[in-house]
């Protein structure tokens, strides 16, 4: 087959002649301002030229891909431009039809000859353009039909496409890409629905429909890829491959996603022009088309990796931008008075305001009904909604800790709000649960005032500053309706889920995060558990402990040697040491590294209500949907009377189900971006837990260390001294006068310590007195030098004291 394809220095014309070439096929591309190598130069506006080349070359078929899409050629020249798109191809028609063999014509056209508001479009739907580019397609189809018999020429429409380019401005899609290597903030659309569909596909299509023979084809056929995104997917799908390909981080969070059309803009665009691609794949042409993401990372694989970022400013002025490739296609943007959307802050780049949180004075309100803990609040904050620098107090019980975490759930779907600690009706104010709970709310709400999504909630500063909660609640109820409680939302969702329409992923990358959410809560409760156990273990220690010193106090106060007594008084003071260093370690255990690990286990169930509230989205779109449906086929029955109010209907329920699409879209892009917050968190969380715990374990065990050489030292001055010297007193008693052995011995043969000796100890036992004073168990009698406390024979009278059994 013989094919002669205009605009062959272009995107799509040089992946029709490729795609020639590898079929076999004799191939003439003509061009005409970028007309290189092979390619023959042509003026198509030259209607004998055009006969000339056709009558040399005599092709089997023409696909035309030339057009003008300048929108500033458009309007400078309108003329000429009307003449390239609307003339040359009902020349083009003419000639191929009076060729010896009349040659098969195929036109390329675009999706933009609907205005987007009833899609799917079939072949055979009124067309309604909605710009001057859609309109001059238009009329080249209707011009085409006129001059042309039937099944001669075959219009093809093809929504924006994409390809291998030989500079990103020359498709809508590839531009895209220099929109990923900013830094400053650039607003992109995410509202238009768009088909990005490769040129390579397309070009595989249009030659099969130049080889056709299986009867008359169709004056008009679509072809489209079936992926539907906006131009903020695209840029996310090619971050994401570009990422995969070169392994580098591709930001886009300098990208500012536009939700709604501009109502200002003189250019109007359609919302979502798919086409319905049945009436094609019925005539057995090839319909396949490769994934958006798949080609994207074999081409930006073989491109490399991204350049460094560069701000706005350091661009060459003639750098295609991003927000212009609608501009090249479809007309200019008219200047609008709508303001541009505010980028959100990253957490890096958020204003630094502060935020201190006490949740303390736990108080148990009793009635004769029921009874209720009341917790005073205390924030100081220099935040500029909050009316900072300010401080401010207020008591708020549990239950309206658990309306405030409700209300940020409803709030804000898809955003992980900061969990509660769980409801306890029995024992609830035992000390350690009282005291674990204030830290676990006090937390939660720290948490909640930092994140950048929650902390400026209305709810939240109601919350806050409200002197009269209950009353403020019910007026905000009013207006805004009442928050559905965790118990509310329970029987609600066993009765919707009787009339709702079941749920089934689409995104694996949820089902893969709900099997590691699984697995990961599984992990933290058994670390819970384990903390728990050895926190419980290490108080019953310390009560042991406490026990063993009381003994040891009773025996240092017993009728025993002096010394034996100083030792025994020393190991009791090391005893009661070791007794505060267990329930230090087990308070830190229980209240500070339980705590974090057991937020983290709470945390993982609010993933997965931020995952339900995507659920949710999308059963509220359903229903819109349904609605949508039923309104079409009452509209259908009866589309005689009351037409307008029937339009409006129709065009509100559109309008409610795209925007609740959306809604289900951007809730699930802000369910990924929180699980990874979710990650960055745990990691620094767990981490500076642990830390700290290790810091606190070493510094109470270098403090038992010290104690223990204290204790050590004490015995040590009474075991190896009064040994060798009892000796000697032995020996020096059986030949010593009685005078030396009243003078140099008492009572109980023990000799007389040196006074460096006596003073250090008392020093030492001074010092354990005073540091156990504060202590409330009975302390041991001060231990005394026994030379110093114990009557020598010279100096008594009295006779000594009957030996000790």
């Known amino acids: 087959m013989r094919v002669l394809v205009t605009g062959a220095s272009g995107l799509l014309g040089r992946a029709v002649v490729a795609a020639a070439e590898a ?61 390239l798109n609307v003339d040359v191809p009902a020349q083009l028609v003419a000639a191929c039809a009076n060729l010896e063999r009349p040659a ?112 008359p084809l169709p004056p008009i056929l679509h072809f489209s890829a079936t992926e539907a995104m906006t131009k903020y997917d695209m840029c996310l799908a090619m971050a994401a491959a570009w990422e995969t390909a ?20 003189a250019t109007q665009r359609p919302g979502n022009c798919q086409l319905d691609t049945q009436a094609s794949a019925a005539l057995g042409l090839p319909m396949e088309c490769v994934a958006f993401a798949t080609w994207w990372r074999e081409y930006l694989t073989k491109r490399g990796p991204p350049p460094p970022p560069k701000d706005a400013n350091d661009a060459p002025a003639d750098a295609p931008a991003a927000s212009d490739d609608d501009e090249a296609r479809y ?45 005073t609040v205390r924030v100081a904050s220099d935040a500029p909604w909050l009316g900072g620098p300010a401080e401010w107090s207020a008591l708020r019980r549990y239950s309206e800790f658990r309306w405030l975490h409700a209300a940020l759930v409803h709030n804000h779907p898809g955003v992980v709000v900061p969990p509660l600690p769980e409801k306890v009706k029995l024992n609830n104010m035992k000390p350690d649960l009282v005291e674990f709970r204030r830290r676990a709310l006090e937390q939660a709400l720290q948490k909640m005032l930092e994140h950048p999504l929650l902390q400026k909630d209305e709810d939240l500063v109601l919350f806050l500053k409200s002197a009269h909660l209950s009353a403020d609640i019910k007026a905000r109820d009013a207006v805004k ?79 025993l040697s002096r010394s034996v007594s100083t030792c025994f008084g020393a190991l009791a003071e ?96 802000l369910c990924k971006k929180e699980m990874q917050r979710f990650e960055r968190e745990k990691v620094a969380d767990l981490r500076a837990a642990l830390a ?7 510094h109470v065990q270098q403090e038992l260390m010290d104690e223990l050489a204290h204790c050590e030292g004490i015995v040590q001055r009474h075991v190896f001294k009064s040994v060798p010297q009892a000796a000697a007193a ?55 030098d026994p030379v110093a406390a114990e009557p020598s024979v010279a100096s008594t009278d009295a006779p000594p004291p009957a030996p000790t059994p």
């Not at 736990?362 to 009635?367: E, M, T, Y």
Request: proline fraction near 5%.
């Open 246 to 265: 070169s392994g580098a981080k591709v930001a886009t969070d300098h990208l500012v996603p536009e939700r709604a059309p501009d109502p200002n803009a």
């Open 104 to 215: 098969r014509l195929v036109h390329l056209s675009t999706d933009y000859v609907f205005d987007g508001a009833h899609p799917p479009y079939r072949p055979g739907d009124a067309p309604h353009p909605l710009n001057a580019y859609g309109q001059s397609k238009l009329d080249a189809e209707q011009a085409i039909a006129n001059a042309s018999q039937p099944g001669q020429a075959t219009c093809v429409r093809v929504p924006v496409l994409y390809g291998d380019t030989e500079y990103d401005g020359e498709s809508a899609v590839n531009v895209l890409l220099g929109a990923l290597l900013q830094t400053a903030p650039a607003k992109m659309d995410a509202h238009g629905v768009r088909f990005p569909t490769n040129v390579a596909d397309v070009a595989r299509f249009l030659l099969a429909v130049c080889a056709y023979n299986q009867g």
């Open 331 to 375: 007309g200019v943007r008219s200047p609008t008075d709508t303001p541009a959307a505010a980028l959100p802050p990253r957490d890096a780049d958020a204003p630094r305001v502060s935020f201190s949180v006490r949740v303390c004075n736990p108080q148990r309100i009793s009635d004769r009904v029921s009874s209720h803990v009341v917790y």
């Open 730 to 784: 032995r020996t020096d008693a059986s030949g010593a006068t009685a005078d030396d052995s009243a003078a140099g011995q008492d009572v109980n043969n023990e000799p007389p310590e040196d006074s460096t000796v006596k003073d250090t100890e008392a020093e030492d036992l001074a010092k354990n007195k005073a540091t156990s004073s504060e202590d409330p168990v009975v302390e041991a009698p001060a231990v005394k």
């Open 574 to 669: 090391l005893k009661k040491r070791n007794s505060e260093a267990s329930t230090r370690l087990a308070s830190h255990e229980s209240h500070v590294l339980q705590l974090v690990f057991y937020e983290y286990e709470r945390l993982i169930g609010s993933v997965r209500k931020a995952f339900a509230t995507r659920i949710d989205v999308w059963h509220a779109w359903q229903r819109a949907d349904d609605d949508l449906a039923k309104l079409k086929a009452r509209h259908r029955r009866a589309a005689t009377g009351h037409i307008d109010a029937q339009m409006r209907a129709l065009s509100n329920a559109e309008l409610v189900s795209t925007a609740l699409q959306n809604r289900f879209e951007d809730v699930s892009a």
């Open 481 to 559: 309706g009442a928050v559905v409680t965790p118990e509310q939302k329970t029987y609600l969702g066993w009765s919707q889920s009787l009339y709702n329409v079941r749920f089934h992923e689409t995104d694996e990358w949820f089902n893969q995060q709900l099997e590691y959410l699984a697995q990961l809560e599984a992990r933290l409760h058994d670390i819970v558990a384990a903390i728990h156990t050895l926190a419980q273990r290490r108080q019953e220690l310390s009560e042991a402990q406490t026990v063993l010193y009381k003994h040891l106090v009773t025996l240092s106060g017993g009728a």
């Open 692 to 698: 700290e715990y290790v810091h606190t374990f070493q």
């Open 23 to 83: 079929r076999g096929d004799e191939v003439v591309g003509v061009a005409h301002s970028r007309a290189q190598g092979a390619l023959r130069k042509l003026d198509l506006c030259d209607a004998d030229a055009v006969r000339a080349l056709l009558a040399d070359v005599q092709p089997d078929a023409v696909i035309h891909t030339a057009a003008e899409r300048r929108p500033d050629a458009m309007e400078a020249h309108p003329d000429e431009a009307r003449r």
